[in-house]
Antibody, heavy 117, light 110 residues
Framework: EVQLVESGGVLVQPGRSMKLSCAASGFTFSSFPMAWVRQAPTKGLEWVATISTSGGSTYYRDSVKGRFTISRDNAKSTLYLQMDSLRSEDTATYYC??????????WGQGTLVTVSS | DIVLTQSPVLAVSLGQRATISCRASQSVSISSINLMHWYQQKPGQQPKLLIYRASNLASGIPARFSGSGSGTDFTLTIDPVQADDIAAYYCQQSRESPPTFGGGTKLELK
């Protein structure tokens, strides 16, 4: 059974940094591109970033370019999202998901990031 | 970015058919491949893939769910609606980067 378990979400002040993790199991992690998708409270879904199977290629939405870094450790079957210079508009539940190049097949339960002073 | 427009709410009776629409600001089809996908999200839960490439049922999804459409207009149909189907439904396109989602349609009981 595919499992994606996110962690690291907390309350953080604007301008600070934090790092999310996503532990994967039940599938060959190194064979799948992975992505982060977020959802602000009571709002819709928004793609954040994608990383290729090797980690050699990364893609970001414009609003997080230069502030967020997606990475992966295939030996540990773990996906990461380093978030710097956080803003109030980054407040959301962040979901780890498998990126099938077209659709997002499997999703974690999400981790809540709150950016507030 | 490609904008996907969905009606915010759809009220339906149990046992009836629900038709949820999604309109794209430009075509999301390439030749015969329709790059539109559908997700279900129940309150407090993560999204779940229902339909990929407009009409293909994801693994484990009941046959009462179906998808259709091409170009800019797509439909998710639930027939018949069951109590367990009360949720929000999102469309998503992968024709162009960034991948974008519709605003979601909340399926409610009449």
């Amino acid at each position: 059974e595919v499992q994606l378990v996110e962690s690291g979400g907390v309350l953080v002040q604007p301008g600070r940094s934090m790092k999310l993790s996503c532990a994967a199991s039940g599938f060959t992690f190194s064979s799948f591109p992975m992505a982060w998708v977020r959802q602000a409270p009571t709002k819709g879904l928004e793609w954040v970033a994608t990383i290729s199977t090797s980690g050699g290629s990364t893609y970001y939405r414009d609003s997080v370019k230069g502030r967020f870094t997606i990475s992966r450790d295939n030996a540990k079957s773990t996906l990461y999202l380093q978030m710097d210079s956080l803003r109030s508009e980054d407040t959301a539940t962040y979901y780890c998901t498998t990126d099938q190049r077209d659709w997002f097949a499997y999703w974690g339960q999400g981790t809540l990031v709150t950016v507030s002073s | 970015d490609i904008v996907l427009t969905q009606s915010p709410v759809l009220a339906v009776s149990l046992g009836q058919r629900a038709t949820i629409s999604c309109r794209a600001s430009q075509s999301v089809s390439i030749s015969s491949i329709n790059l539109m996908h559908w997700y279900q999200q129940k309150p407090g839960q993560q999204p779940k893939l229902l339909i990929y490439r407009a009409s293909n049922l994801a693994s484990g999804i009941p046959a009462r769910f179906s998808g259709s459409g091409s170009g800019t207009d797509f439909t998710l149909t639930i027939d018949p609606v069951q109590a367990d189907d009360i949720a929000a439904y999102y469309c998503q396109q992968s024709r162009e980067s960034p991948p974008t989602f519709g605003g979601g349609t909340k399926l409610e009981l009449k």
